[in-house]
T-cell receptor, first 116, second 112 residues
Framework: SAVISQKPSRDICQRGTSLTIQCQVD?????MFWYRQQPGQSLTLIAT?????????ESGFVIDKFPISRPNLTFSTLTVSNMSPEDSSIYLC?????????????FGPGTRLTVT | GENVEQHPSTLSVQEGDSAVIKCTYS??????FPWYKQELGKRPQLIID?????GEKKDQRIAVTLNKTAKHFSLHITETQPEDSAVYFC???????????FGPGTRLSVLP
């Protein structure tokens, strides 16, 4: 499976500021996704990061709050904008395994965000 | 859209015993069902999956069974060990298989 890295691994931010999280994959992948995992909770899909076009957001998530970039097939960023304490979560990117293993998704190590 | 339920929410077993976690889904078109294990502070790891053209899949001590008619699938762990202690998530696809809905998770504790 692909090797996925995220930066930063954790951050503490003040309310009202923004944080951009980077996700890097060591091979080209078609599908990249961004998830949120609130403390003690399950994984919730924020959006699908589409290469060359706007991200596709799930219900309850909007581009103004979570702008996403996908400039190529190995990299994506998620920005958490105008943060509030409710945004404190782990943010994870994931990628689909590829043609030989379609549907399989693999996760990055996550970014633990605390908003004070 | 897809709805996934998972039971139990917590499970404690003695080392060496078996553990079973069950998930139900709502979309009859779903055809791929993964299970993830998440240890404390770590990323979710894909441990086993099953596609709708088979009823059971085994990998050493873990197995997954699928009942498409009843729309449920289960994770079975035999001869549990302390390192099996983690939170386990099931998932089911929607949007033509491109996206997943995750179950709420099961916290498994294996007691020595």
């Amino acid at each position: 499976s692909a090797v996925i890295s995220q930066k930063p691994s954790r951050d503490i931010c003040q309310r009202g500021t923004s944080l951009t999280i980077q996700c890097q994959v060591d091979s080209q992948v078609t599908m990249m996704f961004w998830y949120r995992q609130q403390p003690g909770q399950s994984l919730t899909l924020i959006a699908t990061a589409n290469q060359g076009s706007e991200a596709t957001y799930e219900s309850g998530f909007v581009i103004d709050k979570f702008p996403i970039s996908r400039p190529n097939l190995t990299f994506s960023t998620l920005t958490v904008s105008n943060m509030s304490p409710e945004d404190s979560s782990i943010y994870l990117c994931s990628v689909e395994g590829g043609i030989a293993s379609s549907y399989e998704q693999y996760f990055g190590p996550g970014t633990r965000l605390t908003v004070t | 859209g897809e709805n996934v339920e998972q039971h139990p929410s917590t499970l404690s077993v003695q080392e060496g015993d078996s553990a079973v976690i069950k998930c139900t889904y709502s979309d009859s078109a779903s055809n791929y069902f993964p299970w993830y294990k998440q240890e404390l502070g770590k990323r979710p790891q894909l441990i086993i999956d099953i596609r709708s053209n088979v009823g059971e899949k085994k990998d050493q001590r873990i197995a997954v069974t699928l009942n498409k008619t009843a729309k449920h699938f289960s994770l079975h762990i035999t001869e549990t060990q302390p390192e099996d202690s983690a939170v386990y998530f099931c998932a089911a696809p929607y949007n033509y298989g491109q996206n997943f809905v995750f179950g709420p998770g099961t916290r498994l504790s294996v007691l020595p």
